[in-house]
């Protein structure tokens, strides 16, 4: 089989402690490519991140807020989908209740609120460590790039008629209380999708939207088949990605539910998983 499609999540996949593709993994996309496949980013990040990493691997189509957004190879947005204002309420009461933090995902950056309760958390997650830090380093590179937009209240700017579509929601706080506000969104906010990219976070976007809905209206575009597209990703938000494709990898510091999933198990990102199963399918 020739695969022209690879779809890639970064973090945990791409990307393992240094927020850097190992140089490897680059030789294998760079192989891949100029046998014909095309390289797209599928992640939960916002547009502008989702280009950075794109531009690291040679550029590409990309796949970002979980599917909910589709961009072309300059950048431009080409398709997205956003949640609608009734249950973008709903989910931020829930949050709120909860005592979560809540960022909102738009087409320019993320949106905000309750800056300090953000700044302390973020300490208490570098104090943590493991997968608490990758959250802070993440708060700390949006507002490095000026990707984050301050506002007095989430739920009031949420309810204004002109502010841009909100593609995600992320919501933060300790992992063993998540489980509980995930069941209660999916229970009590209908029009939404509930899934993760971490023990502390959920992430929610519009009903039917996912990296697989994503990966599968890109495909179409192309006129490329799900089994000529491989997909490689190691979170509960790949899952559907890895259905969708002819061969769906997971890493092999995936949790198990996610590794169950796919057609095969890669080496975890540590060891170059990604460029293993490459230079396999696609010579390298």
């Given at each position: 089989?020739?695969?022209?499609?690879?779809?890639?999540?970064?973090?945990?996949?791409?990307?393992?402690?240094?927020?850097?593709?190992?140089?490897?993994?680059?030789?294998?996309?760079?192989?891949?490519?100029?046998?014909?496949?095309?390289?797209?980013?599928?992640?939960?990040?916002?547009?502008?991140?989702?280009?950075?990493?794109?531009?690291?691997?040679?550029?590409?189509?990309?796949?970002?807020?979980?599917?909910?957004?589709?961009?072309?190879?300059?950048?431009?947005?080409?398709?997205?989908?956003?949640?609608?204002?009734?249950?973008?309420?709903?989910?931020?009461?829930?949050?709120?209740?909860?005592?979560?933090?809540?960022?909102?995902?738009?087409?320019?950056?993320?949106?905000?609120?309750?800056?300090?309760?953000?700044?302390?958390?973020?300490?208490?997650?570098?104090?943590?460590?493991?997968?608490?830090?990758?959250?802070?380093?993440?708060?700390?590179?949006?507002?490095?790039?000026?990707?984050?937009?301050?506002?007095?209240?989430?739920?009031?700017?949420?309810?204004?008629?002109?502010?841009?579509?909100?593609?995600?929601?992320?919501?933060?706080?300790?992992?063993?209380?998540?489980?509980?506000v995930a069941d209660a969104i999916r229970r009590e906010v209908p029009g939404v999708e509930v899934t993760s990219s971490g023990?502390?976070?959920?992430?929610?976007?519009?009903?039917?939207?996912?990296?697989?809905?994503?990966?599968?209206?890109?495909?179409?575009?192309?006129?490329?088949?799900?089994?000529?597209?491989?997909?490689?990703?190691?979170s509960d938000n790949d899952l559907t990605m890895l259905r969708y494709a002819g061969l769906g990898v997971a890493m092999g510091?995936?949790?198990?539910?996610?590794?169950?999933?796919?057609?095969?198990?890669?080496?975890?990102?540590?060891?170059?998983?990604?460029?293993?199963?490459?230079?396999?399918?696609?010579?390298?």
């Amino acid at each position: 089989m020739q695969y022209r499609l690879i779809a890639l999540d970064v973090d945990g996949t791409l990307f393992c402690g240094r927020h850097r593709v190992s140089p490897r993994t680059l030789a294998a996309l760079t192989v891949a490519r100029r046998r014909g496949a095309i390289t797209v980013i599928a992640t939960g990040r916002t547009p502008h991140s989702a280009l950075r990493v794109s531009a690291e691997i040679g550029g590409g189509p990309v796949i970002c807020c979980n599917g909910a957004g589709l961009l072309d190879e300059e950048g431009r947005l080409i398709h997205h989908r956003s949640i609608p204002t009734e249950p973008l309420l709903r989910v931020l009461k829930l949050g709120r209740q909860a005592d979560l933090l809540v960022h909102g995902y738009t087409p320019e950056g993320v949106v905000l609120d309750q800056p300090m309760a953000h700044l302390i958390r973020a300490y208490a997650w570098l104090r943590a460590g493991g997968a608490a830090l990758q959250s802070a380093v993440g708060v700390a590179r949006l507002w490095g790039a000026n990707q984050t937009r301050l506002v007095p209240r989430l739920t009031q700017w949420a309810a204004s008629p002109h502010r841009p579509p909100v593609l995600k929601l992320t919501l933060f706080g300790d992992p063993a209380r998540l489980p509980d506000v995930a069941d209660a969104i999916r229970r009590e906010v209908p029009g939404v999708e509930v899934t993760s990219s971490g023990p502390d976070n959920l992430e929610v976007t519009a009903a039917g939207v996912s990296k697989g809905s994503g990966l599968a209206a890109l495909g179409e575009r192309l006129g490329i088949p799900p089994e000529a597209t491989i997909a490689f990703g190691d979170s509960d938000n790949d899952l559907t990605m890895l259905r969708y494709a002819g061969l769906g990898v997971a890493m092999g510091n995936a949790p198990p539910h996610v590794k169950a999933a796919a057609d095969r198990v890669a080496p975890p990102c540590a060891e170059d998983g990604v460029a293993c199963v490459l230079e396999e399918v696609c010579g390298g």
